[in-house]
């Protein structure tokens, strides 16, 4: 969601804090600041919309300094004005923040009780305000934060800069991830290695409840306790923090372009050439009675495709939750059940948090994350990436088939162990997922169709998708796509839920796309198809060859796709589903990579 970055240089920061904010814009913001201490005088700047509005404004009004911090705000307490960006300022502190103080009601009446108003609508500027508070009181920036941090309640993460302290900076995180980035003499602070990945390579992150003493010799961390703790120094790959284009005219092109790619060294990552499995040995499924799995947003449709195969492959029960409401349901959990948590970020708040909860009651946790350094992936007994590579539209694409790869190779798995599959079948269903590949890449090949089709669907107010069986959570992940991007109202149903109420909303104005593989349960879909064609619906059909032959008489449209094996469909007809939301929003001119008011990591409930 919202960014931080901090840096003890040897050079003018300000420079370096816009770049690295640069680097975390796919996480979604609507205002940006920066500030610096210089000649021991801490000053900042701040500006509402996209980054650029911050540049232009740094270069008439510069802000020098070797030490400072930034971030790009996603409102949520107080709308998107410049009394409400980051950093807040009380005196002689600066503090950037994720998350949310969930007690700041109690906290600024309490300050404002003893003379210490807020200017802003901000939770933030309530621990600004403590900090200045206890420094007024005599205390160190040292001390003020520690008792500041313990006054805090929510999730946060935060990074404190002080007035004539130009080797400080104070770190500190529960809820919300934090990093701290180690250079020659320098020293770095970000909530994503991606936005020091230029600077450093050497990452320390900080755990539940740390804090941390930051100068240019080195970072002094505390656990929640308040005990020195040690934490592992580990490298990051620059190769896996790129972030470029690479020819593009948005990320989202790039990201659905390189689906078959990063499918295959999924697979290949995660299968042998003698068509078996090679998952780690702790993924096992032996004495497992039901999978729980819980996610949000595209992964949690991921999840929803996955139990149909948990269930038919495996012949294993399973259960989707959605991670923002698994806790307040008091869900009654089997301590012979996996619980399964899947998150691109692996940072995800509500996502995390039911991982919290489950933590002592299944007999194992295991994340499927695209991050293997993140939160998620760490308190997880077993995490298993999905090697999408980073994704930075905020539209998930190709985290979304890997998610699907993975979970899929998961549910061969389970069906290995609980014996309901036999080799040659397991190499069959191996050698059919490998195909999907080459597979994509024709589907690839529809873009300029879709992109016709789409200055259609530009026009509607109102779209539905329509699905059986695991193309009917590929429906509901189709209809998401498109309201992200485009903002046209799209809603997925199951095909033979449409005469139970959504028929209501069929005519002429109202297209309808049906996701359709020449499947056992085709002739199902193509009589509710018929349905819609009858109370005059615009449908686009979306089918193989011989499904398009068969049921194309009357439709509006048709796509057709190659041929794939039905169990593994969903993975191949995301492509076209991603494209016609990409290509609709095009032609809406919307903002493809940053729509409006989504963020690409979410950490706060």
């Given at each position: 969601?919202?960014?931080?970055v901090g840096?003890?240089?040897?050079?003018?920061?300000?420079?370096?804090?816009?770049e690295?904010?640069?680097?975390?814009?796919?996480?979604?913001y609507d205002?940006?600041?920066?500030?610096?201490?210089n000649?021991g005088k801490?000053d900042?700047?701040?500006?509402?919309?996209?980054?650029?509005?911050?540049?232009?404004?740094?270069?008439?009004?510069?802000?020098?300094?070797?030490?400072?911090?930034?971030?790009?705000?996603?409102?949520?307490?107080g709308?998107?004005v410049?009394k409400?960006?980051h950093?807040?300022r009380?005196?002689?502190?600066?503090v950037?923040h994720?998350?949310?103080?969930e007690?700041?009601?109690?906290?600024?009446e309490e300050?404002?009780?003893?003379g210490?108003?807020?200017?802003?609508?901000t939770?933030?500027?309530a621990?600004?305000?403590?900090?200045?508070?206890?420094m007024d009181?005599g205390?160190?920036?040292?001390?003020a934060?520690?008792?500041?941090?313990?006054?805090?309640?929510?999730a946060?993460?935060l990074?404190?800069l002080?007035?004539?302290?130009e080797?400080l900076?104070?770190?500190?995180?529960?809820g919300?991830?934090l990093?701290?980035?180690?250079?020659?003499?320098?020293?770095?602070v970000?909530?994503d290695?991606?936005?020091?990945a230029p600077?450093?390579?050497r990452?320390?992150?900080?755990?539940?409840?740390d804090w941390?003493?930051?100068?240019?010799?080195?970072?002094?961390?505390?656990d929640?306790?308040?005990r020195?703790?040690?934490?592992p120094?580990?490298r990051?790959?620059?190769?896996a923090t790129r972030?470029?284009?690479?020819?593009?005219?948005?990320f989202?092109?790039?990201?659905?372009a390189?689906?078959?790619?990063?499918l295959a060294?999924?697979?290949?990552?995660?299968?042998s050439a003698?068509?078996t499995?090679?998952?780690?040995?702790?993924?096992?499924?032996?004495?497992?009675?039901?999978?729980?799995?819980?996610?949000?947003?595209?992964?949690?449709?991921?999840?929803?495709v996955?139990?149909?195969?948990?269930?038919?492959?495996?012949?294993?029960?399973?259960?989707?939750?959605v991670?923002?409401?698994f806790r307040?349901?008091?869900?009654?959990?089997?301590?012979?059940?996996?619980?399964?948590?899947?998150?691109?970020?692996?940072e995800?708040?509500?996502t995390?948090?039911?991982?919290?909860?489950?933590?002592?009651k299944?007999a194992?946790?295991?994340?499927?994350?695209?991050?293997?350094?993140?939160s998620?992936a760490r308190?997880?007994?077993?995490?298993?990436?999905?090697?999408?590579?980073v994704e930075?539209?905020?539209?998930?694409?190709?985290a979304?088939?890997?998610q699907?790869?993975?979970?899929a190779?998961?549910a061969?798995?389970?069906?290995?162990?609980?014996?309901?599959i036999?080799?040659?079948?397991?190499a069959?269903?191996?050698?059919?997922?490998?195909?999907?590949?080459?597979?994509?890449?024709a589907?690839l090949?529809?873009?300029?169709p879709?992109?016709?089709?789409a200055?259609?669907?530009?026009?509607?107010q109102d779209?539905?998708?329509?699905?059986?069986?695991?193309?009917?959570?590929?429906?509901?992940?189709?209809a998401?796509?498109?309201k992200?991007?485009?903002?046209?109202?799209a809603?997925?149903y199951?095909?033979?839920?449409?005469?139970?109420?959504?028929?209501?909303l069929?005519?002429?104005?109202v297209?309808?796309?049906?996701l359709a593989?020449?499947?056992?349960?085709?002739?199902?879909t193509v009589s509710?198809?018929q349905?819609?064609?009858?109370?005059?619906?615009?449908?686009?059909?979306?089918?193989?060859?011989?499904?398009?032959?068969?049921?194309?008489?009357?439709?509006?449209?048709t796509?057709?796709?190659?041929p794939?094996?039905?169990?593994?469909?969903?993975?191949?007809?995301?492509?076209?589903?991603q494209?016609?939301?990409?290509?609709?929003?095009?032609?809406?001119?919307?903002?493809?990579?940053?729509?409006?008011?989504?963020a690409?990591?979410?950490t706060?409930?």
């Amino acid at each position: 969601m919202c960014g931080i970055v901090g840096v003890l240089g040897h050079h003018e920061v300000a420079p370096l804090l816009v770049e690295a904010l640069k680097r975390l814009e796919y996480r979604g913001y609507d205002s940006a600041g920066i500030a610096t201490v210089n000649g021991g005088k801490l000053d900042r700047r701040r500006a509402v919309g996209k980054l650029v509005n911050l540049s232009d404004l740094l270069v008439h009004d510069p802000l020098p300094g070797k030490a400072g911090i930034g971030h790009t705000r996603w409102a949520t307490h107080g709308g998107p004005v410049i009394k409400n960006a980051h950093p807040h300022r009380a005196g002689p502190v600066a503090v950037v923040h994720n998350g949310i103080i969930e007690n700041f009601r109690e906290l600024r009446e309490e300050l404002a009780a003893s003379g210490y108003v807020q200017e802003s609508d901000t939770d933030t500027e309530a621990v600004a305000l403590l900090v200045r508070r206890a420094m007024d009181a005599g205390a160190t920036p040292v001390e003020a934060a520690r008792e500041t941090l313990s006054r805090l309640h929510g999730a946060f993460a935060l990074c404190f800069l002080f007035d004539g302290e130009e080797d400080l900076l104070i770190a500190a995180r529960k809820g919300s991830p934090l990093a701290i980035g180690h250079g020659e003499g320098e020293m770095f602070v970000g909530s994503d290695a991606i936005a020091l990945a230029p600077m450093t390579d050497r990452i320390t992150y900080l755990e539940e409840g740390d804090w941390a003493v930051v100068t240019r010799k080195g970072a002094e961390i505390f656990d929640a306790a308040g005990r020195r703790a040690n934490r592992p120094e580990t490298r990051i790959h620059l190769d896996a923090t790129r972030i470029e284009k690479a020819g593009y005219k948005h990320f989202m092109a790039k990201e659905i372009a390189e689906q078959p790619v990063v499918l295959a060294d999924a697979l290949k990552h995660y299968t042998s050439a003698r068509g078996t499995l090679e998952l780690p040995e702790a993924l096992s499924f032996k004495g497992i009675d039901r999978v729980t799995l819980v996610a949000c947003g595209t992964a949690s449709y991921a999840c929803h495709v996955a139990k149909y195969w948990f269930e038919q492959i495996a012949g294993l029960p399973a259960e989707v939750d959605v991670a923002s409401e698994f806790r307040y349901r008091d869900p009654v959990l089997s301590p012979a059940s996996m619980a399964v948590f899947v998150s691109q970020s692996g940072e995800t708040a509500d996502t995390l948090a039911a991982l919290r909860h489950v933590k002592e009651k299944v007999a194992r946790v295991v994340s499927v994350v695209n991050v293997p350094t993140s939160s998620i992936a760490r308190e997880s007994d077993l995490a298993l990436p999905i090697l999408a590579g980073v994704e930075v539209g905020v539209a998930s694409t190709k985290a979304f088939t890997c998610q699907l790869t993975v979970l899929a190779l998961m549910a061969l798995k389970a069906a290995q162990d609980r014996g309901t599959i036999d080799a040659a079948t397991l190499a069959r269903r191996l050698e059919d997922l490998r195909a999907l590949p080459g597979l994509m890449n024709a589907a690839l090949g529809l873009s300029d169709p879709i992109a016709r089709i789409a200055k259609d669907l530009a026009k509607a107010q109102d779209i539905l998708f329509l699905g059986r069986g695991p193309m009917f959570p590929l429906a509901l992940e189709g209809a998401l796509k498109l309201k992200e991007i485009s903002y046209i109202h799209a809603e997925g149903y199951a095909s033979g839920e449409l005469k139970h109420g959504p028929i209501a909303l069929i005519d002429a104005a109202v297209p309808v796309i049906v996701l359709a593989p020449k499947d056992a349960l085709f002739d199902k879909t193509v009589s509710n198809m018929q349905e819609v064609m009858a109370r005059n619906g615009k449908v686009l059909l979306l089918s193989d060859a011989e499904g398009v032959e068969t049921a194309a008489q009357g439709t509006w449209k048709t796509l057709t796709l190659p041929p794939v094996a039905p169990l593994w469909a969903p993975i191949l007809y995301a492509i076209p589903a991603q494209l016609l939301a990409y290509h609709t929003a095009i032609a809406k001119g919307t903002d493809v990579d940053q729509p409006r008011n989504l963020a690409k990591s979410v950490t706060v409930e």
